[in-house]
């Protein structure tokens, strides 16, 4: 990355974006107190507004940082509704040392009272094609962009998935977006495409595809300098199961998805290494009594964590219920599978090499009608599965965050507020609306309270 572009991409943003959705009308959280606030002796008192990390004295909340920032020893997120592992906590706080979370708070530090607001966890998504306009297939600019764009809507850790492309083209967006990889802009690399079955393609383009290779595979993976960390299979395709293999022993995961399989083919799959359901109930055959096919075969599996679009328009809200229910919380990951248009709005695409009109946020190709990604930001997801499929707070942070970083083997750093982790961490209303984000301690969206 040059570095013309990372100052495009650095500053912090300190306020939310404009042209922001509105929200639905708010519910009483239903989610009791696990643990006493902290009192006594040496808890820090709580005001409102401070000065965050980083800003010059008599900053007000939303101001840019000056010239000569002040330096403080931390900060103190107070009185929230703080969902760690264990639980729920009312009245919680949460402690920023630097980049982290820490363990206690220094006698200086600041203090943010987030009285009637939730703090939960960075938002973790593990299959996210673009956002703001652009997308990972395209330049470094464009990557950013579309980083950027989902970050202002909680999404701290992300992997940046391609479309089915030629293979020398696919080399390139790797190279690309390995850089940003290990500059730590996003988490990796996801190949969707092109070892899919074109009888399940989606919107990806049927002269593209072709069969899961082993040798084929290897070359994208090498092509990605180490930091591919998922590909997208139809293992029932030739050298789909070897290829399997072949992933599992290079450290990437084997994601079953675009597949026409059988359910005895998804077995045989699983027991080779996949991992993971590519959005779940989209691109396979559906569930049936006598053929249960690849569904029943990802849902029944405890080695697998099934991936789910929660946009109202890729799942009926029985089929989350059904995931959630067979699945458990602790094996769903909600993912956006996000194209240009997320956060950008309505018009025309290009997804790869085909064309999507995007209508009241619903993204189809021109050709054909098909669904072409989503338009969804993981806030909405979010307050979708709280507001509208009524599922617990605790349940929708593990499918955005904790499950998501376990998948990636990242779970020791991000994916839940614990001490030693880095501060990634999301504030949201009592409506569930987005009102913060903080990244490794430093603010990308500023909550101004009062």
């Known amino acids: 990355m040059t570095a013309s572009e990372r100052d495009r991409f650095e500053p912090v943003l300190k306020q939310a974006p404009a042209g922001s959705r509105s929200v639905v009308p708010p519910v009483a959280p239903p989610v009791a107190s696990l643990v006493a606030p902290p009192s006594g002796p040496g ?62 708070a220094a006698e200086d530090a600041d203090v943010l009272d987030l009285t009637g607001h939730w703090l939960v966890p960075g938002f973790v998504d593990i299959h996210n094609h673009g956002g703001g306009g652009a997308s990972f297939s395209g330049t470094a600019d464009e990557a950013l962009q579309s980083i ?124 080779a290494g996949a991992t993971v359901a590519t959005h779940l109930f989209n691109a396979m055959p559906p569930l049936g009594h006598r053929t249960p096919g690849p569904i029943a075969a990802l849902l029944e599996d405890e080695r697998v964590t099934v991936e789910l679009i929660n946009d109202g328009t890729h799942l009926h809200p029985a089929s989350l219920e059904l995931a959630f229910h067979h699945a458990g919380a602790g094996r769903v990951a909600f993912i956006t599978d996000a194209m240009d248009a997320a956060g950008f709005g309505d018009g025309r695409y290009q997804l790869g090499p085909l064309e999507v009109e995007v209508s009241e946020g619903v993204a189809r190709l021109v050709e054909g009608g098909s669904i072409a990604g989503s338009t969804l930001t993981l806030d909405r997801a979010f307050q979708r599965a709280v507001l509208v499929d009524r599922l617990p707070v605790g349940d929708v942070v593990a499918a955005i965050s904790a499950n998501p970083a376990k998948v990636l083997g990242i779970h020791d750093r991000v994916g839940s507020l614990e001490p030693g982790k880095d501060a990634d961490l999301v504030v949201l209303d009592a409506s569930f609306a987005l009102k913060g984000v903080m990244r490794r301690g430093e603010w990308v969206v500023e909550p101004v309270i009062g």
């Open 148 to 271: 950027r764009t989902h970050r202002l809507h909680g999404t701290t850790t992300l992997v940046a998935s391609t479309v089915t492309g030629r293979m020398d083209a696919l080399a390139r967006h790797a190279g690309r977006l390995s850089e940003l990889a290990e500059q730590g802009d996003i988490a990796g690399i996801h190949f969707e495409g092109p070892f899919i079955s074109p009888c399940r393609k989606g919107a990806h383009s049927a002269e593209l595809l072709r069969h899961p290779d082993p040798a084929e595979v290897r070359k994208l993976i090498d092509a990605a300098r180490g930091r591919a960390v998922m590909v997208t299979l139809a293992t029932e395709l030739p050298g789909g199961v070897d290829s399997v293999r072949l992933l599992t022993e290079h450290g990437v995961i084997a994601a079953i998805g675009h597949t026409d399989a059988t359910y005895e083919q998804t077995v045989e799959a699983i027991d």
């Open 43 to 104: 808890t820090a008192p709580v005001t409102s507004p401070v000065t965050s990390p980083g800003a010059s004295p008599g900053a007000s909340p939303g101001s840019p940082a000056g010239s000569a920032p002040r330096r403080t020893r931390g900060l103190v997120l107070a009185g929230a509704r703080v969902v760690l592992p264990s639980g729920t906590v009312d009245g919680g706080r949460v402690v920023v040392e630097g980049s982290r979370i820490a363990e206690a």
